[in-house]
Structure formats: structure tokens, C-alpha cells
């Protein structure tokens, strides 16, 4: 996290998801929001945490949360604003991240809170404590393994589960075991589910 910006308001102190190797030091609201979407991202397949390179003589500082992505490694920076960085820091900072095996994803807070990603990941994230019984897991996986990626309308329809179909596919999806589609429309009946 960028150390200019004092006025972000702290977060609860770690972030965990079955993504996460270990438990995620965060100390603000938009890096908790920014891994609560990275752990939802088909893309990611773990989050980890490791000290972050020396920059030396840079002021900013950046927290050590790598994000293992299927194109690569990424040293994730998240800021209220993206620096501004000369073509000499840029480069500078590549070398140090290339000679740690990593490259840099900068989230600032226009792009963390982009609509719809930003209100979806927090409504799934809300049911992540939701009991989802055995047997609703079940006929989830079935139906999904049968007929493949469907609407969570036409997954209530074909798992016929128990409890709250919306709430079940969210607490599935915070689980890393069912992937939802919220990049392009609000959370809801028609959103897409796929088994992961």
C-alpha cells in the first residue's frame, strides 16, 4: 500500500480465501476489496504473500501480496491513485520485480470500485459464512457436472436445493468451488455459475 495515503481507512487485519496460501495481512479497505475480487478471479490460482523487493531509494512502498496468476506472477499494488513514474522509475521498478520472477499489477480505487465487479464481489463475500448442507452441495455439483454452466435461475431448477440458491452459489464461490459470472451484470438470477 501506497504510505502517501494516510486517509484510506484501515481494514480488518487478515484476509484469507482457500486461494490464499497464508493469512493476508491487510491494512486497508480497498486492498481487502481488491483480494476479495482476486480470490473470485478465475485467473488467479493463489494468492500468496512474501516480502516485497527492495525498491531502495523509492518512497513508496509496496505490500508483498503476490497474486499467481495463469500468465504469471504479480506483485499486487494497490493505491487511491497510480504514482506518477518516469520512465527511468519504470523501468527500475520492472528490473527489480523481473529479478524477483514477478511484474507489478497496480489496482488504484477508481479501478477497484468499478461497477459491477465492485458490488458483486462484495454481495458474494457477504454470504461467505452461509451453510451450504451436503446434500445441497451434492445436487449443486451434479447439476452443474450434467448440464454445465448455467443460470443460477436454471441451477435452482435443475439442483432443486433446500436453502437460498443465491446464497449457496456465493458461500460455493468463496470456497474457490463454483465460479460466478460478475464482470459484466449485477449479482442475481440470471448470473452464470460454472463448477471450478
Known sequence: MDSNHPHLRAAP????????????????FLTRDALAQASLDHSVRAIGYRKAPDLYDRQERLDGIVLNRIDGDFLLSVCRTRPQRSD???????????????RLLERDAVDIRREPLFSNA???????????????????????????????LELEENARPSNDILAAV?????EDL????IYEAPLGPRTIVCSR
Open 170 to 174: 456465493c458461500a460455493l464461490a468463496c
Open 88 to 102: 527511468w522509475e519504470l523501468a527500475h521498478l520492472s528490473g527489480v520485480l523481473e529479478s524477483n520472477g514477478l
Open 13 to 28: 487485519a487478515f484476509f484469507t480465501s482457500p486461494k490464499c496460501k497464508v493469512a493476508i495481512p491487510v491494512h486497508h
Open 178 to 181: 463454483v465460479e460466478l459470472s
Open 122 to 152: 462484495r454481495a458474494v463475500w457477504s454470504h461467505e459464512r452461509y451453510h451450504v448442507s451436503v446434500n445441497d452441495r451434492l445436487k449443486i455439483a451434479a447439476a452443474l457436472a450434467e448440464d454445465g454452466p448455467q443460470s443460477i
